[in-house]
C-alpha cells in the first residue's frame, strides 16, 4: 500500500523547484539502465531519463535510483523505451515504490528502500 505523495525522496524539491510541479514523466526516453545487485546498500537499479516539458521549454536528464531494492520485476526492455508514466510513491512502511508504463518498450516496477532523483541537465528546448 502506499501513500499520494512522494515527499521525502531526495532530490525531489529540485525539478519541484525546476519545473513547479513533480512530473509524470509522460513521452520519457529511457537512455541508461544499470541493475547492480551486490552493492553495500543492497541491490540498486539506475534509470536515466530524457524528458521534455513542452509547456515550460524545457530538456531534462534525470536519474532515478532506488536503493536496497526488496522485489522488482521489469518486462519487454527494447531498443527503444519510451514512457508513458513513471510514478515513485512512498509506502506506509517507508520504503518507496517505482511504477513504470510503456507507450514502447520497457515497463514493470521495483520496491526498495529509498529513491534518490537527481538533475544531470537541464537546457532551454528549442525546436528547429
Known amino acids: 500500500m502506499c501513500t499520494d505523495e512522494n515527499e521525502d525522496i531526495l532530490g525531489k524539491e529540485i525539478l519541484v523547484s525546476k519545473l513547479g510541479y513533480w512530473p509524470e514523466f509522460c513521452d520519457a526516453k529511457i537512455i541508461d539502465l544499470n541493475f547492480k545487485p551486490y552493492e553495500d546498500a543492497g541491490a540498486t537499479l539506475s534509470v536515466v531519463l530524457h524528458y521534455?516539458?513542452?509547456?515550460?521549454?524545457?530538456?531534462?536528464?534525470?536519474?532515478?535510483?532506488?536503493?536496497?531494492?526488496?522485489?522488482?520485476?521489469?518486462?519487454?526492455?527494447?531498443?527503444?523505451?519510451?514512457?508513458?508514466?513513471?510514478?515513485?510513491?512512498?509506502?506506509?512502511?517507508?520504503?518507496?515504490?517505482?511504477?513504470?508504463?510503456?507507450?514502447?518498450?520497457?515497463?514493470?516496477?521495483?520496491?526498495?528502500?529509498?529513491?534518490?532523483i537527481e538533475l544531470i541537465s537541464l537546457k532551454p528546448f528549442v525546436v528547429a
Do not use: W
Open 52 to 116: 521534455i516539458d513542452m509547456d515550460k521549454q524545457m530538456d531534462l536528464v534525470i536519474r532515478i535510483v532506488l536503493i536496497g531494492i526488496y522485489n522488482m520485476r521489469l518486462d519487454s526492455l527494447g531498443i527503444e523505451n519510451i514512457t508513458d508514466r513513471i510514478s515513485i510513491n512512498k509506502q506506509l512502511d517507508g520504503g518507496v515504490e517505482l511504477e513504470i508504463e510503456a507507450c514502447a518498450g520497457l515497463y514493470g516496477g521495483a520496491l526498495a528502500r529509498n529513491a534518490n
